[in-house]
């Protein structure tokens, strides 16, 4: 094959997400540019991040085991605990990127202002310098754990009201001590600011105020960090997930017995609520629970069950919208029920040259999940990986959704679920099948460098 020039790609954002994608390209030649909005590395992971964008909070910790989020080339400190601080996490990712020696191909405080694809099919990509670039290619790395979703009541609040996004300790935004606070949500962040404030020299009275009742699942199963027996890919889904529910009802009991309502849905049919701490607060009082917020009248609150309480602050932990503000196409963003269907959750058929890294909620771990679809990405843009037709990737695109979502209920937080296992198993079979089909097809580059400063890719030849 003659020699032929690499495409060149931007890449949104310098989170884990575009870090681990920067590597990967790297790995395969393949020039890029990195714009961080930011004056570091870490995205959400770095606290009191100076974008404003990071969601992180002193006390926490990562939900998930050192065991499952270790990039698979990078190992976590030996000495980390079972669940580590936000701060050695973030460590961990200034390392990774230290390394990798990746740091000189990042442009911090740059902000990706516009990105759209030209009538050539070329991204021009408009820079908060004002200068504007043109590419082969485009990585959405911006994360969607940033654009806070807040509900709207009738009625108004005389009290502090804020989204669990700037909550950063006890004291600040607020000073919550002797305070009456209601915490809207039983999602992840909501169990640890609600047992954090709930400690006796801190709230007065702490409430949390949610439609539904859900499954508060364990960090620990039988002495050991619950996502470590997670269920292997070949298991029978229905089989698995069957299995699980019954050793996670007999390991925790009842909701009911703390004091929480049941739930209208079995484990595992919602984004698992994880914490250390929730039930054995709710079970001392600490927490009391209360129905949806039906309406706000001055500093009082009135529930859905007819109650009224006097409240000080309102924090909403009502997690957040997927945006995408470089994008002018609406073709490119989520629905109004917050769907934005992809090819293994990275490609849009029809757009061969944009890819949305990371946009998904897989369980257990996100930090090392772009880390596999870089895989693909970047054997991609080499010529060694050639995607279905666009409307085989449709029909792929409405299986992968019944595996991954079926047996959650239907909610604006379930349109991005995956399991980790099944899809990293599914990601490298379809990795093998394109990697027979670009050979078949002679390994030519889905999208050839047409941009200045694209790089010659040396001669393939037949192994």
Known sequence: MAETRLPKACIIGAGCSGF????????????????????????????????????CYESLHIDTSKWRLAFEDFPVPTDWPDFPHHAQLHQYFKDYVEHFELRETITFETAVEKARRNADGLWEVTLSTG????????????????SPRIPDYPGE???????????????????????NVVVVGMGNSAMDIASELAQRPIAKTLWVSARRGVWVLPKYMNGKPADKSA???????????ALARKVIKKAIGAMEDYGLPKPDHEPLEAHPSVSGEFLTRAGCGDIKFKPAIEALDGDQVRFA????????????????????????????????????PLFKRMMKPGVPNLFYMAL???????????EQQAKLAAAYLAGLYQPPSPAEMAQIIVKDEATH??????????????????YVADLH?????????AMAAGNRLPVPGRTPLAASRPALHDS
Request: proline content about 8%.
């Open 157 to 179: 609040f005389d009290g502090a009201a804020f989204h669990s996004h700037a909550y950063s300790d006890p004291f600040d935004p607020v000073d919550m001590r002797g305070k």
């Open 360 to 370: 998904a909620q897989p369980l257990p771990t996100l930090v090392n999940f772009a």
């Open 305 to 340: 069950d007819g109650t009224v309480e006097d409240v000080d602050v309102i924090i909403f932990a009502t997690g957040y919208d997927m945006r995408f503000p470089f994008f002018d196409d609406p073709a490119l963003a989520p629905d109004a029920d917050h769907r934005l």
């Open 231 to 241: 269920m292997p890919p070949w298991m029978p889904r229905k089989f698995g997930l």
């Open 405 to 422: 979502l079926g047996h959650y209920y239907r909610s604006k937080r379930h349109t991005i679920q995956v399991d980790f296992n099944t």
């Open 20 to 55: 681990t994608t920067a590597k990967r390209l790297k790995d395969f030649g393949i020039p890029y540019d990195c714009f961080e909005i930011s004056d570091e590395i870490g995205g959400n992971w770095y606290y009191k991040n100076p974008n404003g964008m990071s969601a």
């Open 131 to 146: 200068e504007m670039r043109v590419y082969d290619v485009l990585f959405v790395c911006n994360g969607h754990h940033w």
């Open 429 to 437: 079979k379809e990795i093998a099948r394109g990697g027979k089909r």
